[in-house]
């Protein structure tokens, strides 16, 4: 299993005593919520941000882009570091088109479906991505709770070749319940950084 803190939840004004932490506990990715103020109604940080933490830290940054015409900006959070881009498939823009710029620039691709997307609206895009990120909340805020139809997407999507990313509301038995319907990639915001030893609890799983 694949860890994902979520910056979202970290405080950003120690930012830098924050990431060794994470590197402290052996964590690998970064799991970084863009938005716009448009596709949700919270703005977060730009680029900009990106590129400042890209210097501190070689984790794996993993972008989640919760942003409306993600085409026109996917050069910028190239530039800013990303290693894997997940958009999302109700964002507006023909997902197979965002994809294809995506990968590119060598940076791996992946698509998000929002909790009441069906997995079958994305069967045909997934031999094209390296990633599926089911939402197990609505995209927007960090600190909500689990829904749990996202499992039956989970098991849904299991098999293919492509990593199975859940985002939202992750904790101890959520993530659990994850892990057993098929989930590689955990991401959590508000358990992880509220005690960073919740790290090695997510880790047994
Ligand atoms: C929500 C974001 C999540 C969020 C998760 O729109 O995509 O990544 O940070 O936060 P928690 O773990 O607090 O639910
Ligand atoms: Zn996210």
Not at 112 to 129: C, G
Request: proline share 4%; glycine share 8%.
């Amino acid at each position: 299993m694949i860890l994902a803190p979520s910056v979202l939840a970290a405080d950003k004004e120690n930012i830098e005593k924050e990431i060794q932490e994470l590197e402290e506990y052996d964590v690998k990715w970064l799991h970084l919520d863009v938005m716009d103020g448009l596709f949700v109604p919270a703005k977060t940080f730009g680029p900009d941000f990106v590129k400042r933490i890209r210097n501190m830290t070689s984790m794996f940054f993993d972008v989640h882009l919760m942003i409306e015409k993600p085409i026109d900006y996917i050069n910028h959070w190239i530039d800013a570091g990303a290693d894997l881009i997940t958009f999302h498939f109700e964002a507006g823009n023909d997902p197979i088109k965002v994809i294809e710029r995506i990968k590119s620039f060598g940076v791996k691709a992946g698509i998000s479906i929002k909790p009441n997307t069906k997995v079958d609206e994305i069967r045909d895009l997934l031999p094209f991505v390296d990633l599926v990120l089911v939402m197990s909340v609505e995209p927007g805020k960090g600190g909500q709770k689990f829904i749990s139809n996202s499992l039956e997407k989970i098991k849904k999507l299991s098999g293919g070749d492509y990593l199975i990313e859940v985002d939202g509301g992750i904790n101890e038995s959520t993530g659990k319940q994850c892990i057993d319907a098929g989930a590689d990639v955990l991401v959590a915001g508000t358990y992880v950084f509220k005690d960073k030893n919740n790290i090695n609890i997510l880790n047994k799983l």
